[in-house]
C-alpha cells in the first residue's frame, strides 16, 4: 500500500490563503472607501451589488455598511479608547477595518470574535497596510477583553451623550433639542440607528392588488397595509427576492410609506394637468400618473438630462404612457410659455435628515451652512413654481428633511410674499400627523416612517 502524499504549500502561497477576505467583507470596505473618498451613496453603491454577491453575502454587506455608517462615531471613540490615539490620526484604511471588526466584535453576536478578528486583519494586509496589521490585531483583540465598553457612559453633558450614545455629530443633536426638545431629539437620533422597514406600493397600471397581496401571502410574505398612505403596503417578512423581482418587472414599486403620502396630498385626477417640478428619479411621477390611471397630462421637470433619463425609465418599466420629461432650472422662470397645471408638486432638494436610517452618511457630511443655503435654493423654486399655477389650483411643497428652516419657515415665507395662496389641510393624511397650519410631518421614532414635511396651498 502506498504511503500518501502531503502536498506542502509553498510559505508564501499559505501566507495567501490565511488572508483571504470574504467577498461580503471585501465588499462592504471599497463601499465604505468610495462613501468616504468619493462622496458616493451606500443606498447607490449597495444596489450595483444585488447581482455580484450571494444572498448570504449580500445580507453581511448590507450589514456591514448601514452598521457602520451609522454607529461611525461610537465606533470611532471605542476605536481611540482601545487604540489610544485619535482615530483621525490613522489611515483610512486602517481605521476602515477596525471599524469594520468593531461593528461585527459589538453587534453581530452570529460572527465568532477570532473571524471578526482575523478578516480586519486580513483587510489591512488587503489594503497594502501590511504594517498596520499587528495594529489592528491588537486593537481588536484589546476590544474582545473589555466587551462591556461604552464610550458614551461617562459623558456628563447630556446632548453630547445623546451625541455619542446615538452616534450623531453633536451639532445636529444640539439644534434638535433645540427645536423638538432633548426628548424628541434623542428618539428621532436613536430611531435613525434602525434598520428602516421595507415598504412599496402596487402599480395598479398593470396588476390587481387584491390579486398581488393574495399571491404575495401564499408565497409566505408577511404584509400589512400602510396607516400612513394609502395604498401602501409595508412588508413584515418574507422573500426578498420575490419582491425585487416584482420590482423589476414594474407590478410593484419600493417607497417608503412617507414618500407615498405626497402624490395622494396633491392628489392628481384623470384629464388635469400636472407638473412634477423636482421629478427625478421618478418615485411621486409616477405615482402621480397612476393615481390619475395614466389618463392625467403629467409633465416631469429635472436639471439634468441623466437623471429625466431614470425618470423616463421608471416610467417605461412601470408602464406609464402619460408622462412629459422637460430639462428645466427650477430656480429661474419655468419654460411653460403661459401655461397653467391644475396642480404642481415641489418635492424640493433637502438635507435629507428625514432619510438618515436610509442614507446614514448624510449626517457625517452636513454642514450648518448647507442648511440655510438649500432653503433658498427651496424658496426660489416654491416661488418660480407657484407662477404657474392656474386659480383654484394646489400647489405642495414637501421634503424629507425635519429641518424648520426647510419646511415651516420655507412656507411662511411664501405665504407672506404671495396674498394669492392659502395654505390648507394636507389631506388625506392621517389627524396625527398633521401640525396646526395644516402641514404633515412624519417621523421615523413616532411613525416608523421617514421624516417627511408636507404643505398644501391652493391659489386663490
Not at 473618498?37 to 453581511?60: Q, V
Not at 471613540?77 to 489611515?91: G, I, N, P, V, Y
Not at 469594520?100 to 478578516?119: D, M
Not at 395614466?294 to 417605461?316: F, N, S, T, W, Y
Request: with cysteine; net charge neutral.
Amino acid at each position: 500500500m502506498s504511503k500518501r502524499v502531503r502536498v506542502v504549500k509553498p510559505k508564501k502561497e499559505r501566507a495567501s490563503a490565511e488572508r483571504t477576505v470574504s467577498p461580503a467583507r471585501r465588499a462592504a470596505f471599497e463601499v465604505l472607501r468610495r462613501v468616504e473618498e468619493e462622496g458616493a451613496f451606500a443606498a447607490t453603491l449597495l444596489a450595483g451589488l444585488a447581482d455580484e454577491l450571494s444572498a448570504d453575502d449580500r445580507a453581511l454587506c448590507y450589514e456591514l455598511v448601514l452598521g457602520v455608517l451609522r454607529w461611525q462615531l461610537w465606533l470611532d471613540r471605542l476605536l481611540e479608547h482601545f487604540a489610544e490615539r485619535k482615530s483621525e490620526k490613522l489611515d483610512a484604511p486602517v481605521r476602515r477595518a477596525l471599524r469594520l471588526g468593531l461593528y461585527q466584535l459589538r453587534f453581530l453576536e452570529r460572527i465568532p470574535a477570532s473571524a471578526a478578528v482575523n478578516e480586519s486583519v486580513n483587510l489591512a494586509h488587503a489594503a497594502r497596510v501590511r504594517s498596520a496589521a499587528p495594529f489592528v490585531n491588537a486593537v481588536l483583540r484589546r476590544a474582545t477583553r473589555e466587551p462591556d465598553y461604552d464610550p458614551a457612559a461617562e459623558i456628563a453633558d447630556p446632548l453630547e451623550k445623546i451625541a455619542v450614545a446615538a452616534s450623531h455629530p453633536a451639532w445636529l443633536v444640539r439644534r434638535w433639542a433645540e427645536a423638538f426638545g432633548i426628548e424628541e431629539a434623542e428618539g428621532f437620533a436613536r430611531a435613525n440607528n434602525a434598520p428602516a422597514p421595507a415598504a412599496f406600493r402596487i402599480n395598479t397600471l398593470r396588476v390587481d392588488g387584491d390579486a398581488l397581496i393574495n399571491n404575495l401571502r401564499v408565497a409566505g410574505v408577511g404584509v400589512l397595509q400602510s396607516r400612513i398612505a394609502p395604498g401602501g403596503w409595508r412588508v413584515e417578512g418574507g422573500s426578498g427576492a420575490l419582491l425585487r423581482g416584482l420590482a423589476g418587472e414594474g407590478l410593484i414599486y419600493s417607497q417608503d410609506e412617507a414618500s407615498q403620502l405626497v402624490a395622494h396630498i396633491l392628489g392628481a385626477r384623470a384629464g388635469e394637468r400636472v407638473l412634477d417640478v423636482c421629478a427625478a428619479p421618478g418615485s411621486k411621477t409616477t405615482h402621480l400618473a397612476a393615481l390619475a390611471e395614466d389618463r392625467a397630462h403629467v409633465v416631469a421637470g429635472d436639471l439634468h438630462e441623466h437623471r429625466l433619463r431614470v425618470v423616463k425609465e421608471a416610467c417605461e418599466r412601470l408602464g406609464v404612457l402619460g408622462v412629459r420629461a422637460v430639462a428645466i432650472d427650477a430656480e429661474k422662470a419655468l419654460p411653460f410659455a403661459g401655461e397653467t397645471f391644475d396642480r404642481v408638486l415641489v418635492d424640493a432638494p433637502c438635507t435629507g435628515t428625514g432619510t438618515l436610517r436610509h442614507n446614514p452618511e448624510i449626517r457625517w457630511r452636513l454642514t450648518p451652512a448647507n442648511i440655510a443655503e438649500l432653503a433658498a435654493v427651496q424658496s426660489k423654486i416654491l416661488r418660480e413654481a407657484s407662477r404657474v399655477v392656474r386659480r383654484g389650483g394646489r400647489l405642495v411643497y414637501s421634503t424629507c428633511s425635519i429641518e424648520r428652516e426647510e419646511n415651516e419657515e420655507v412656507v411662511a415665507s411664501f405665504l407672506q410674499a404671495h396674498e394669492d395662496f392659502k395654505q390648507i389641510e394636507a389631506a388625506p393624511a392621517p389627524d396625527s400627523l398633521l401640525l396646526p397650519t395644516g402641514a404633515a410631518r412624519t417621523w421615523p421614532h413616532r411613525d416608523d416612517v421617514d421624516g417627511f414635511f408636507v404643505a398644501a396651498l391652493e391659489k386663490k
